[in-house]
Structure formats: structure tokens, C-alpha cells
């Protein structure tokens, strides 16, 4: 029998805090990283994780495996989500596993109970194992996103962020979060958690920003072996007990370093570059114990990484020796190219041992997979390996031990959900996760005597502190009664000021009815989650400025402001900073809001309570177009990788900062092509027409008598003819939304080249996330007509006066409701000189 042994052999080039790895351009972007599938590289490390029921376990794995069908292998690899299948799809299929995506409850139920979630995990269970069907009684497993607590769950303790707990470098601290969060996660019946999130954000752009501890790979490295320890506990005797879940190391690999910061978009590093910064999660995760790996979006060099071999079988599998399974991401599989959501053996041949597949996408998966084993397309011995793997990790989470998900030791016990020991462990996160900028005279701690005015829209919003991934995916729509047992910031400074016989005012719009000794101003961005939080420039609220209008009309009243800063990545505030007498970030500290106060004030007694001991986890951007600048990259960022000042330190920032921005030259950009020889990323032409849609993936589309199809130009298949024979819109369209702000700009242009007969009757548009556009009259910037002729209609004329384009769904449609043919070229967002066209 083996001994339990954990072995490393790795030598890591960045060994502190305040030492972080670095690489030239020519290092990214040397081309020869992308080698052909061959051995890998000998930095990848030989990482063993042995127990000692090693043996038992691939005795019972081999007996499971040898009775199964192929369609009861098949069930194991296909991941649906609840929103998608029935209890009688389960009974009947037997799936291996199912998740609840971001925003999907029970009986779709944003306030379920928690015995509303243990019921459905029982009955799930039940089924799985009820063989009159499908001839299986595998259990099957449950998993969820719990990526700062148990994020999905109404009235869980939500932990801060991840940017915030890096900024923490406490990796004891990490472990006890994950262990109450997987007390939480276990009290409603689940087993598995998709967490932790290990990537190693370089670009501040990209909008998962926030869930990056740091941009050091050693604080991620560190952090990722204590959260598998906590969320799975030690595995004496190679098994996860009752009191713990299932973890995930995500996203493999490289997903924080895509060119532009773009979300799901290419990381070009070198492979040495890949394993120094990116993968050091993966090596102290699964040295941990770590038994799921989920494969990410992005791509390594052009070639998505749910289709490469190289990275999921010859380094993580083969040369790192991690024998649990790798878990697709959502429909991820589907973008591999030649792949659709319904069919796609690609991944399964990389490497893929469970296809996420959350639509009803995963009914034609199933038969495909079926089909293309008995082809030979999918080796047996591939589908044997994922099924394997699937098993063993199950055996070694005891889910063929334990009783039913509604019997187990936690299950349904309501108290754990928001427990108060929990809840006193996030606002300890929150009270060491602050990270100090500015204080000017040493304004900060304040004392809790003084008459207090609480402004700003975060001062009493905790979904807005909470960010993304709260409740709902993008963490929008939540109002402070959807947190029950949590605090917002205000509630802290109240209960603490009353308590001290101080005075305390909440105005959000700074308007107080008695002028304040001192102003706290609470403000930041707006929850988002991935796709839709890219950015394209880190300047504060840019185009925009009504929090930095607020600092400035309460400054203007003689009052001191201290400022705390909610966001989820270092943006560019100077003017903020420069308005503030002290600036704090708090990050997004999540459902404790309170422990913001119990640090900015003093006790009843005039003494410091807690310390200001956080450091910047990332480097802060001296200008917005400073979109990536990490430590050692010969970059000057405002504040350092590791800055942070304490109550002792004195304030370095006694003069104003710039405002001016280095690139002002280059900040707007000229042109953003959408349908340029063809459509162009991240843009996706789609017909809508009576509450339908369908999206253009060939030459041709086609719905409800609305078709498009390419045609020629100038070059092979340069435009597109548009036929409407009834009502709809055909237009582009991007799966999140697009920051288009640079063309706010007085100047900024819709052009295109067009042609037809239906000119008149043709309405142009764009959308946003707020509602940014009405649509326009084609005929009025142009006339029908045979002949092509380029038209130009001013961006200003399809945007409400003071909204932004910050949040773009569509940047641009075409709306009929009588037949007609258009044919369109060349079509962008430009600006240009000279007199612009009147709007209608």
C-alpha cells in the first residue's frame, strides 16, 4: 500500500512578495512557443499526488468501468445545467454530473430556501441512481460557481473578492474562507465547487479582473494550495469527508493574459512565460489535491485550449500527472474551430473529460458522442480514460459512501448559511483587504464622535459592493433585502458612530441637511462579470464624471472627504484622488460591508481598532492607457506592485497628481471595423424577427423569410445581400458588451458602403445594456439608389445626449417591416474631419 506523498519538483523563479516574474515582448511573442504536440517542455513539473487507497481505488474504478454500457459512459462525460433538464432527463440518461450556472435556482427561484436546494440535489440524486431506465446506479454529482462564498444562495456569507483577498497575502486566512464556504456549499446538498479561479491577470482591461488574487504568480500559487486545502479538507486516507467539496483550479490555461485583456481572447506568451506566470496555480493546486481542472476559453496562440492536446494531455496529464478529471467551461467546446455546442469529438481527443453543455445543446451532444465512438472518430480507450477519471474522483469524494445529498452530516442545516462565525471571518477579510492611497495630514482613522455624512451610491448598496457573480451572474438586479443577515458600508459607520454618541447622515447625492465634520464618499463601479466587464481605457467613469462631481461639489463646501473606492481592478482616478483628503480601496468586500468602518474609525476611546494593512495586490496605472503594467516590466505605474500605506506612514501625496493623460494623441481610437471583408470580432451578424434569432456562421442566413447571404465586391464575398420579405432586424450583435466609449467623441461615425431599393423604410440602430440608442431614418443620410455610395450618419445622432456607449450589445442593425433588398460593405466606427451630416 502507498504512503500519502505530495511531491514537487519545481523551481520558481519569483520567490516574494514583492518579487514578481517579468518578460520582454520578444519573450510573449516569440512564435516558436506554439511548437507541434510533442514532449513537454522540462519545466513542466512531475507533480505526484498519491494516497494510501491508491490501489483500492483503481480496483473499484476498473470494476465500475467494466460493467458499464456506452451509453452509460457516454451520461458520464455530459454536464447539463438545471435550467435544462428535467428529474426524468436524469432518471433516464443518468448524467455524470449537472451544474446551476450563475443566476439558475431551484425551481428558478432567486429567494429558494435551502431546503428548496437539498431537495432538488436529492431528487437529482435519486434519480441517477435509480437503474429501471438506464440500467446505471453511478451517483451522480452537483456543481456550482461559489466564487467568493456561496455566491448563488440568498442570505450566504459573501466573501470579498479575489483581488481583495490577494490584497490580504494571508493564505491562512484563504484557507478558512474556503473552508466555511464549503460548510455552506455542503448545508445545501452540493457537492462539487467551481473554484478557485487562479489566474494570473497581467492586463487590467480584462473584466475578470477582480477574480485574480494578484499579478504575481507566487501570491496565486500560495493561495491556491491553501483554498484546496480548505474547500477539501486533507484527504487523510484519500478521501474528501462530508465536511467538504470537491475544488476546481480554473481556468487552464494562461486565461489572465489574452492579448488586450480581452476576455476569452489569445494568450500569445511563450510556453516558459506560461508555465512562470500562469500556471503556478496548477502547480501548488493540484499538489494540494486539487481532483478538477476546468478548461478555459481563451486561446494559446490562435488555438482554443478546450481543442489542445499539448496543454490538457501532454502537460497536465501526461507530464504533470494529474490523474482527476478536466471539466469544459460553458458550451467552451463549442468554439473550438469545426466544433458546434451539439457536436464536437475534438474536445474529447484533447483531453476533455466532461463537456459542459448548458443549453438543450446536450441532447444531440449525447447521440453524437455515441455515434462517434462506435466510429472509431473518438477512441474507446479515450472515452474509457475521461470515464476513469470521472470515477476515481468520485470514489475519492466518498459519493458512493455517503448517504443521500437531503442525509448527509450538513445538509439542510439553514444556521450555516450566514453563519455568524463565517460572517465575522469575511468582515476580518474585508478589514485587511484595504489598501490605503492617499491620507492627506493623517485625516484617517476618524473618530466615531464626530457628525459623519455618508454620499455616494455604494454607501448603502450591497449588491454594488458585492460585484459580479452575486446571486445573479452579472451580480445586477439585487437590492439590499436580497441580503439578508449582511451589512452595507453605511451600517457599519451607523451602528459605530451612534454607538460612540457621534452623528451620522446618509445622503447619496451629498445634498445633507446639517453640514458634516466629514464626508465619506462611497463609489465605484457597477457589478459585472466576465465578457461584459472588458474595458478598452482605465480611466474612472470616462465621458461621465458624476462621481468625480460629487467629491468636487462637497470639497467646494469646505467639508474634508474621505473617499473608499469599490472596484474590482486598479483603474486610472487621479482627478478622484486629487478631490479626496484620504482614498481608501476597498475592492468588492462583499455582504460584510461593516468591516470598512471598523477600520476608518477610531474606537469609543480614541484609539486606532484595526490596522490599515493592505498592500496593492496589483500594479495602479499612472495613466489609462497603462492597461498592462506589472512589476519588473521597466513601467512606472502611480502606486507600486505591494504599495499601501499604514496609519504610521506618512503621506507621500502632498502635491496633486497629473491629470493630464501621456497618450492623449492616441486615447480615441480612429476606427473599430464591424463588417470589413467580413465580420469582424467580437461582432456576430444575427436576424431577429418575432421574438426569434439566428446567428450567421457560414455564408448564409436565413429566418422567418429574412435572408442574408455574402456576395462580391470588390474581393470574394466582401458584402452582404440582405433580403427582408417581412418584418425584422438583421444587424451585429456580440454576445456581451462592448465598450465603445472612445466614440463618444463629437467627430465619431457610423460609415458604410451600400446599395438597393429599400432605402426608404429603413431604420438604423444600436443598443446598449442601458438602453443607449432609438433608431434612425436611413433616407436621411442617403438616397435610394443602384450605385454604391458611402454613407455617414454621426454617432451622436443614434446615442441620447449624456449616455454613454460604455455597454454596446449591437453596433449597428437594420430594422424593415416591408420586403426590401439592401446590399452593405465596409462598415465601421471611424471619425473624421469636417462638417458631419445633421441628424433627422
Not at 283 to 291: E, M, N, P, S
Not at 494 to 507: C, D, T, Y
Not at 651 to 672: G, K, V
Request: net charge negative; aromatic share 8%.
Amino acid at each position: 500500500m502507498k504512503k500519502t506523498l505530495i511531491t514537487i519538483s519545481v523551481l520558481l523563479s519569483c520567490t516574494s512578495f514583492l518579487s514578481a516574474c517579468s518578460y520582454s515582448e520578444a519573450e510573449k511573442t516569440d512564435s516558436a512557443a506554439v511548437a507541434a504536440e510533442k514532449k513537454a517542455a522540462d519545466f513542466w513539473p512531475d507533480i505526484s499526488f498519491a494516497t494510501a487507497n491508491h490501489d483500492e481505488v483503481e480496483q473499484r474504478v476498473s470494476a465500475l468501468l467494466k460493467d458499464m454500457t456506452l451509453k452509460q459512459k457516454v451520461a458520464q462525460v455530459i454536464q447539463p445545467e438545471i435550467r435544462d433538464i428535467t428529474i426524468e432527463d436524469m432518471r433516464q440518461y443518468g448524467f455524470g454530473s449537472y451544474l446551476n450556472g450563475g443566476g439558475a435556482f431551484p425551481e428558478n427561484n432567486k429567494h429558494a430556501s435551502v431546503e428548496d436546494w437539498v431537495s432538488l440535489a436529492e431528487k437529482m440524486y435519486q434519480a441517477s441512481i435509480d437503474d429501471s431506465v438506464d440500467g446505471s446506479s453511478i451517483p451522480t454529482m452537483w456543481g456550482t460557481d461559489a466564487v467568493h462564498g456561496h455566491n448563488n444562495v440568498v442570505g450566504a456569507t459573501l466573501f470579498p473578492h479575489n483581488i481583495g483577498l490577494g490584497a490580504m497575502n494571508n493564505p491562512g486566512l484563504i484557507t478558512q474562507i474556503a473552508e466555511a464556504t464549503s460548510k455552506e456549499v455542503k448545508a445545501t446538498g452540493i457537492d462539487w465547487i467551481f473554484a478557485p479561479t487562479v489566474a494570473v491577470a497581467r492586463n487590467d482591461r480584462w473584466g475578470r479582473t477582480y477574480e485574480s488574487y494578484s499579478e504575481n504568480p507566487d501570491i496565486v500559487g500560495a493561495y491556491a494550495a491553501a483554498i484546496v486545502k480548505g474547500m477539501q479538507g486533507d484527504m487523510r486516507d484519500g478521501v474528501i469527508d462530508e465536511y467538504h467539496a470537491i475544488s476546481t483550479v480554473k481556468h487552464f490555461l494562461g486565461d489572465g493574459g489574452t492579448q488586450d485583456g480581452d476576455d476569452q481572447g489569445d494568450n500569445i506568451s511563450t510556453e516558459q512565460a506560461l508555465f512562470d506566470i500562469h500556471a503556478q496555480g496548477y502547480v501548488h493546486g493540484l499538489a494540494a489535491g486539487a481532483q478538477s481542472v476546468m478548461a478555459s476559453f481563451n486561446s494559446w496562440h490562435g488555438k482554443k485550449i478546450h481543442g489542445s492536446k499539448y496543454l490538457l494531455t501532454t502537460v497536465l496529464k501526461e507530464k504533470m500527472g494529474f490523474d482527476g478529471f478536466v471539466v469544459g467551461d460553458w458550451n467552451g467546446h463549442g468554439q473550438i474551430e469545426g466544433c458546434t455546442n451539439e457536436n464536437c469529438p475534438q474536445a474529447m481527443n484533447a483531453g476533455l473529460d466532461i463537456y459542459m453543455v448548458p443549453t438543450s445543446a446536450w441532447k444531440p451532444l449525447y447521440h453524437n458522442l455515441i455515434e462517434q465512438v462506435q466510429q472509431g472518430i473518438i477512441p474507446q480507450t479515450r472515452l474509457d480514460d475521461a470515464v476513469r477519471r470521472i470515477l476515481r474522483v468520485k470514489v475519492r469524494a466518498g459519493l458512493f459512501e455517503q448517504p443521500s445529498p437531503a442525509n448527509r452530516v450538513l445538509a439542510g442545516k439553514s444556521n450555516l448559511i450566514g453563519a455568524d462565525e463565517h460572517r465575522q471571518l469575511a468582515r476580518e477579510a474585508v478589514r485587511k483587504s484595504l489598501v490605503m492611497l492617499k491620507n492627506k495630514k493623517g485625516i484617517l482613522p476618524l473618530s466615531p464622535a464626530l457628525r459623519i455624512g455618508l454620499a455616494g451610491d455604494a454607501a448603502d448598496n450591497i449588491g454594488k459592493q458585492s460585484g459580479g457573480w452575486t446571486i445573479t451572474w452579472q451580480g445586477t438586479g439585487n437590492t439590499n433585502d436580497d441580503f439578508p443577515g449582511g451589512s452595507s458600508i453605511f451600517d457599519g459607520f451607523k451602528a459605530q458612530v451612534e454607538s460612540a454618541g457621534g452623528q451620522i447622515e446618509l445622503a447619496e447625492n451629498g445634498d445633507f441637511t446639517q453640514k458634516p465634520d466629514v464626508a465619506v464618499i462611497v463609489f465605484g463601479e457597477n457589478p459585472y462579470a466576465e465578457g461584459n466587464g472588458d474595458i478598452s481605457n482605465l480611466e474612472y467613469q470616462r465621458g461621465e464624471k458624476s462621481d468625480l462631481a460629487l467629491l468636487k461639489k462637497l470639497k467646494s463646501q469646505g467639508i474634508p472627504v474621505v473617499s473608499v473606492f469599490i472596484t474590482g481592478r486598479p483603474l486610472w482616478v487621479n482627478p478622484e484622488l486629487n478631490a479626496s483628503d484620504a482614498f481608501v480601496v476597498a475592492w468588492l468586500p462583499g455582504s460584510e460591508g461593516a468591516g470598512v468602518a471598523d477600520v476608518l474609525l477610531k474606537s469609543n476611546d480614541d484609539e486606532v481598532k484595526f490596522a490599515m494593512s493592505g498592500k496593492l495586490p496589483f500594479s495602479w496605472p499612472a495613466d489609462p492607457s497603462h492597461d498592462e503594467v506589472n512589476y519588473g516590466d521597466g513601467k512606472t505605474p502611480q502606486f507600486s506592485f505591494g504599495y499601501g500605506l499604514s496609519y504610521d506612514d506618512k503621506d507621500n501625496l502632498s502635491n496633486d497628481l497629473s491629470e493630464s493623460i501621456e497618450n492623449q494623441a492616441n486615447e480615441a481610437e480612429r476606427e473599430l471595423p464591424v463588417y470589413v471583408l467580413s465580420t469582424q470580432k467580437p461582432w456576430q451578424l444575427e436576424i431577429r424577427a418575432n421574438g426569434e434569432s439566428r446567428i450567421m456562421n457560414s455564408n448564409t442566413a436565413s429566418l422567418n423569410d429574412i435572408n442574408v447571404r455574402t456576395t462580391d465586391r470588390k474581393v470574394q464575398e466582401d458584402a452582404l445581400l440582405i433580403r427582408w420579405e417581412d418584418a425584422g432586424t438583421v444587424g451585429f450583435y456580440t454576445p456581451f458588451s462592448e465598450d465603445m466609449r472612445n466614440f463618444n467623441a463629437p467627430n465619431s461615425v457610423i460609415a458604410f458602403d451600400i446599395k438597393g431599393s429599400a432605402i426608404a423604410g429603413t431604420r438604423v440602430g444600436i443598443s446598449c445594456v442601458n438602453s443607449c440608442a432609438e433608431e434612425v431614418n436611413l433616407a436621411t443620410f442617403t438616397q435610394d439608389t443602384e450605385e454604391w455610395q458611402e454613407v455617414v450618419i454621426p454617432v451622436q445622432c443614434l446615442i441620447d445626449t449624456g449616455t454613454s456607449l460604455g455597454a454596446v450589445q449591437s453596433a449597428f442593425s437594420l430594422h424593415r417591416t416591408q420586403p426590401g433588398e439592401l446590399t452593405l460593405s465596409n462598415l465601421r466606427y471611424t471619425q473624421i474631419a469636417g462638417t458631419l451630416p445633421a441628424c433627422e
